[in-house]
Every structure is written in C-alpha cells, then in structure tokens.
C-alpha cells in the first residue's frame, strides 16, 4: 500500500468520524457540557447561543470534513506531488476542516454579542 492510499484511507476515516461527531451539533442535541461542543465564556453563559454557535460550527466541520476528503481523493487520484509533501497536505486537510470551523464559528458568536442578542 502506498503513502498516497495510506494517506486517504486516513483522511477519509477521519473525516467520517469529523461528520458523525458535527451532526449531533447541526440538529441542536448537545446541551452545555464540560467536553463536547464550542465551548467560549460566552456560549456556557448562554443557551440560545450555545445551541447556534454548536450548529454552525458543525455545519461548517461538516461542509469542511466533506471538502478535506474530496481533496484527499483528488490527490490520490492525481499524485502530482512528492511523498513528502503529500504527507504535509494530509496534516494540512486533517487539521483544517476544526480550524476554519472554529475560526467561522468565532466570527459568528462576535457578530451575534455585538448585536446584543445576549449578555456579555
């Protein structure tokens, strides 16, 4: 098995578990915990934008997990880069899909404070 097949079977693996872990978020069934969800002062002080920031961080984990896996294949597919670089590109796609859902779902819990919709 080569690095590249290694390589997508991780990503791919990985960015099932990302989605199966984003839907309980997406359909509001998280309540506020110690562990599982998006978790600011904000959204623990707040239940109306605890279940929203959670919905849109799955949301966006998922549309990015989906996105990581699509890209896994097409260089799998492709194999235009070196194995070395290749790994790099899978750290890369199995770390971004949490990091721009989370950089979103910063940017929403801001807008949603900054339109008073609950107290700081």
């Known amino acids: 098995m080569s690095i590249f097949e290694k390589g997508l ?3 791919c693996v990985c960015c099932a578990l990302f989605v199966v872990v984003s839907l309980p978020l997406i359909f509001r069934k998280v309540p506020r915990n110690p562990v599982y969800g998006y978790r600011t002062r904000a959204t623990l002080r707040d239940d109306a934008l605890w279940y929203e920031a959670n919905a849109c961080f799955g949301r966006w984990f998922l549309v990015m997990s989906v996105l990581a896996s699509g890209i896994a294949v097409a260089l799998d597919l492709w194999r235009g880069v070196s194995p070395g670089a290749y790994m790099k590109i899978s750290i890369v796609l199995l ?5 721009v859902a989370g950089l979103l779902t910063n940017r929403f819990v801001r807008s949603w404070l900054a339109a008073g919709r609950v107290g700081g």
């Open 9 to 11: 079977i991780t990503i």
């Open 95 to 99: 770390i971004a899909p949490v990091v």
